[in-house]
């Protein structure tokens, strides 16, 4: 009973002297604390107010560091580190004379506004040739992003189910032919269909027949008018992309068709290699 009673008294004294190691971790991380704040409230107000002054004219003066505009200086007028600018007589690190990082366009930039130039007279002759021969109701001429788009109807290149094309086609395809040389541009041509499925003849499905019907296109520009084949490319469609409603005459007539794309890409992109 008395060693029972003698280690009763001894563990209050040892749960007494703990508070002081939570009491020496308050103080530590107190005297951190007031560190920290220290460090960060102590600043350079000179090259504070200097940084300051600098970027307020900047905004001001309604022009930005790569235009040339103020730059960014430090307390003797010195420029800071990465505001150089685009200085005359002098270029960035690691910019070579004529980069884009200077006014002149590059080689690539001029030939696609030598191109966008070529379109635009493409576009306003071929739409002249459509008024002027009253086709408006079999070609159809649009501008897209992609390129100068102009849709022929399967009644102007071939009969039902066939690939061959007519006689009658020739006149806009030698048209076609001719400004193609004008142009310095990929020229895609796509072969579509309605979705009435294909009974006996040559052709086994929509696949065989769109596909047929844009590469006899294509042989008429390469075999017959003897134009450059590394300019063109070729795909059929089936009816995977109508244009018109398939349950209706109307709308099948619209998905038969033919689409030749002179694409806003230059020529020499599709022809260059790795």
């Known amino acids: 009973m008395s060693r029972r009673r003698r280690s009763r008294k001894d563990a209050p004294s040892n749960q007494h002297e703990r508070w002081l190691i939570t009491y020496a971790d308050l103080l530590t991380l107190l005297l951190i604390f007031f560190v920290i704040m220290y460090g960060v409230s102590s600043i350079d107000t000179e090259k504070y107010e200097d940084v300051s002054s600098s ?3 900047t ?7 790569l235009d040339g505009g103020p730059k960014i200086t430090g307390e003797n007028g010195q420029q800071l580190p990465g505001s150089q600018g685009n200085d005359q007589g002098g270029t960035a690190e690691g910019e070579q004379p004529g980069d884009s990082g200077t006014n002149e366009p590059t080689e690539r930039e001029l030939q696609f506004r030598e191109q966008e130039r070529q379109l635009s007279n493409f576009l306003q002759t071929i739409q002249s040739y459509v008024a002027d ?5 079999q070609i159809f001429v649009a501008d897209k992003p992609q390129g100068i788009s102009i849709t022929l109807s399967d009644r ?40 009435q499925p294909i009974t006996g003849g040559r052709y086994t499905d929509n696949w065989e027949l769109s596909g047929d019907r844009a590469l ?12 450059n084949p590394a300019q063109f490319q070729y795909a059929g469609y089936a009816d995977t992309r109508p244009v018109g409603d398939n349950s209706t005459a109307q709308g099948r ?21 790795p």
Do not use: C, P, W
């Not at 905004?59 to 930005?64: E, L, R, S």
């Open 55 to 57: 970027l307020e004219t």
């Open 59 to 65: 905004f001001h003066a309604g022009t930005n560091i």
């Open 133 to 137: 021969n009253g086709l408006q109701d």
């Open 156 to 195: 102007f290149l071939f009969d039902v189910g066939r690939a061959n094309l007519k006689s009658g086609a020739n006149g806009i395809l030698d048209r076609l032919s001719t400004l193609f040389g004008t142009v310095d541009a990929a020229i895609s041509i796509e072969g579509h269909t309605d979705n």
């Open 216 to 227: 006899s296109v294509l042989r008429y520009f390469v075999d017959v008018r003897n134009l």
């Open 253 to 273: 007539q619209k998905n038969r068709r033919v689409e030749i794309t002179v694409l806003r890409q230059l020529q020499s992109d599709t022809t260059s290699t």
